[in-house]
């Protein structure tokens, strides 16, 4: 008899042992930051904003240097000019230093917004491979481990990068 109570007890520890294995998280990680930056379409993304960004410093370098060849020629002829065409010259200058700064900052603006605009959808289809990779695979949670102090757990980047083909 003492024996079967202590088969019992025995089974009924295991099964609570069981019970707590099955209730604890299944967590895996990934290293998002490794996979967006080998995925071809953010390359090739990253491609079209150095571009356009080039586009936009080509430009700007260009008002800069108008700007500089006018300030040259107005302090060259200031002594020589009247007053009232020094003071014309003078707001001339400060509407160029104007329009400089705003081109400046819509060219900042605009390039945000493309970033954001390329950016977007392919976080997002790399955010529907990982999920679809960590149900498939059983977990219930996967983690960027690029704030993880401790990635001891199983790493899905490859399994990612291979869904997503590449």
């Known amino acids: 008899m003492k024996q079967i109570k202590t088969l019992l007890v025995a089974a009924a520890l295991l099964l609570a042992a069981n019970n707590t294995m099955n209730a604890q ?3 895996a990680h990934v290293t998002v930051s490794e996979i967006m930056s080998k995925m071809p379409a953010m390359l090739d993304a990253q491609n079209q904003l150095q571009k356009l960004s080039g ?9 800069i240097d108008e700007y500089q060849t006018k ?14 065409v020094n003071t014309e010259r003078s707001k001339e200058v400060q509407d160029m230093q104007k329009r400089i700064g705003d081109y400046r900052e819509n060219a900042q603006k605009e390039l945000q917004q ?33 704030s993880l102090l401790l990635a001891d757990g199983p790493n899905l980047t490859a399994d990612v990068k291979k869904d997503l083909g590449f």
């Open 71 to 84: 300030i040259k020629k107005y302090e060259q002829e200031a002594a020589t000019a009247t007053e009232a």
């Open 114 to 146: 493309k970033e954001t605009d390329i950016v977007k959808p392919l976080m997002e289809k790399v955010r529907a491979s990982i999920q679809k990779i960590g149900k498939a695979k059983g977990f219930q949670y996967v983690v960027d481990d690029s």
């Open 25 to 27: 998280a299944k967590i």
């Open 55 to 63: 586009t936009y410093d080509a430009e700007y370098k260009k008002m």
